[in-house]
């Protein structure tokens, strides 16, 4: 008898514990946990703690941050953000 995958409809293996399994979906699985394993331990260490703030900045500034940005091809928060961090060091 066979069985498929709720999720993904591929064919369903048996386990030695009788459970049923999806390969494709258990490897999907440790996949994505491999990349958050990934970014929580090699990423996380490079780059320093941030926090989420909010603030206004003048409507000109702001589009000259995003021209710039676009130049550049980074997101306007990310060269904001530079830009903070050279003012300061
Ligand atoms: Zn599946």
């Not at 260490?45 to 900045?57: D, G, N, S």
């Not at 003048?58 to 928060?77: I, M």
Request: hydrophobic share 35%; with cysteine; aromatic share 6%.
């Amino acid at each position: 008898m066979k069985k498929k995958c709720k999720k993904c409809g591929s064919e369903l293996y048996q386990a030695e514990d009788m459970k049923w399994f999806c390969l494709l979906c258990l490897a999907k699985e440790i996949e994505a946990r491999d990349q958050e394993n990934a970014v929580k331990g090699t990423w996380r260490i490079l780059e320093p703690e941030t926090t989420p703030v909010t603030l206004r900045l003048s409507e000109a500034d702001l589009a000259k941050a995003k021209a710039r940005a676009r130049k550049l091809g980074k997101p306007y928060q990310t060269l904001l953000k530079d830009v903070i961090h050279q003012a300061l060091s």
